[in-house]
């Protein structure tokens, strides 16, 4: 593994494991958001805090996990989830402040690291051939148990047919910055997984990828909102999220976001 490989690795490793949060500061919010987040957040943290002088603890890791650890009571004060319905039944179970806000809808890539027998293509063709002429024999996703990029990926391999040969050669990452990490570093022939990361110069400079036709799996409307208990704090960035300034580093990371059609 070169050394771009081992830093993107590392990076990851550090902040996309889901933990459970700290006991919340009234003065540093904590706020658990979805893996895709990871490089688009991390701007926006750092925005608000040379805007503001305020800071916020981000914490990356599966949607899915986080709606577990949320039902039990995690204390996170505020969730950015890449699924909104697990914002929806939150809410419903009396857990956030209330429905919250649609920030972002996001979109997938079939990528490949550089060395790869495999040629990505919008149409996933020469995926299509490497399954048949046994190029493909490890492929990463996120795993679509509890992540809802994995479960895009799935939905648009299924689409294409793709999945039942491809299904004994998955790697499954717990969340879809891990799925990145196995689909860049070498340990397989390509992958699927966010827009957002694969934009992110750390992730692009490592190989080639193919944006996937966003009908090839249901929307990934992605959701937050405040837990009951969150403090001031986490109501501003709540807010800030949803400004201009948040708006455009989303959008740059290929979001499209609430009121814009493309």
């Given at each position: 593994m070169?050394?771009?490989?081992?830093?993107?690795?590392?990076a990851l490793?550090?902040?996309?494991?889901p933990?459970?949060?700290q006991?919340?500061?009234?003065?540093?919010p904590?706020?658990?958001?979805?893996?895709?987040?990871?490089?688009?957040l991390d701007?926006?943290g750092k925005?608000?805090?040379?805007?503001?002088g305020?800071?916020?603890?981000?914490?990356?890791g599966?949607s899915?996990n986080?709606?577990?650890?949320?039902q039990q009571?995690?204390p996170?004060?505020?969730?950015m989830?890449?699924?909104?319905?697990f914002?929806r039944?939150?809410?419903?179970?009396?857990?956030?402040?209330?429905?919250?806000?649609?920030?972002?809808i996001?979109?997938?890539?079939?990528f490949a690291?550089?060395?790869?027998?495999?040629?990505?293509?919008?149409?996933?063709?020469?995926?299509?051939a490497?399954?048949a002429?046994g190029?493909?024999?490890?492929?990463a996703?996120?795993?679509?148990e509890?992540?809802?990029?994995?479960?895009?990926a799935?939905e648009?391999l299924?689409s294409?047919?793709?999945?039942?040969?491809?299904k004994s050669?998955?790697?499954?990452?717990e969340?879809?910055?891990?799925?990145?990490?196995?689909?860049?570093s070498?340990?397989?022939q390509?992958?699927?997984?966010?827009?957002?990361?694969?934009l992110a110069?750390a992730?692009?400079?490592?190989g080639?990828?193919?944006?996937?036709?966003?009908?090839?799996?249901a929307?990934?409307?992605?959701?937050?909102?405040?837990?009951?208990?969150?403090g001031?704090?986490?109501?501003a960035?709540?807010?800030y999220?949803?400004?201009?300034?948040?708006?455009?580093?989303?959008r740059?990371?290929?979001f499209?976001?609430p009121g814009?059609?493309?």
């Amino acid at each position: 593994m070169n050394l771009g490989r081992r830093l993107f690795a590392i990076a990851l490793a550090v902040f996309a494991t889901p933990v459970l949060a700290q006991a919340p500061s009234a003065s540093v919010p904590n706020v658990a958001a979805a893996a895709d987040l990871k490089f688009a957040l991390d701007e926006i943290g750092k925005a608000y805090e040379g805007e503001t002088g305020r800071k916020v603890q981000l914490t990356y890791g599966s949607s899915g996990n986080f709606f577990h650890q949320l039902q039990q009571g995690a204390p996170f004060q505020m969730f950015m989830s890449a699924d909104e319905g697990f914002v929806r039944q939150l809410n419903e179970a009396g857990r956030t402040v209330d429905q919250g806000a649609l920030y972002a809808i996001g979109r997938i890539v079939l990528f490949a690291p550089k060395g790869s027998a495999l040629k990505p293509d919008a149409g996933m063709t020469d995926l299509r051939a490497a399954i048949a002429d046994g190029r493909i024999t490890r492929f990463a996703i996120a795993n679509p148990e509890h992540a809802p990029y994995g479960r895009a990926a799935e939905e648009a391999l299924r689409s294409q047919g793709l999945w039942d040969g491809l299904k004994s050669k998955l790697v499954l990452g717990e969340n879809v910055s891990q799925a990145a990490q196995f689909a860049t570093s070498g340990s397989s022939q390509g992958g699927i997984f966010a827009y957002s990361l694969a934009l992110a110069p750390a992730v692009s400079s490592l190989g080639t990828y193919a944006l996937i036709p966003a009908d090839w799996h249901a929307p990934l409307r992605q959701r937050m909102a405040l837990m009951k208990g969150a403090g001031p704090e986490a109501a501003a960035f709540y807010a800030y999220v949803q400004q201009p300034a948040a708006r455009a580093i989303l959008r740059r990371y290929g979001f499209l976001l609430p009121g814009e059609s493309s």
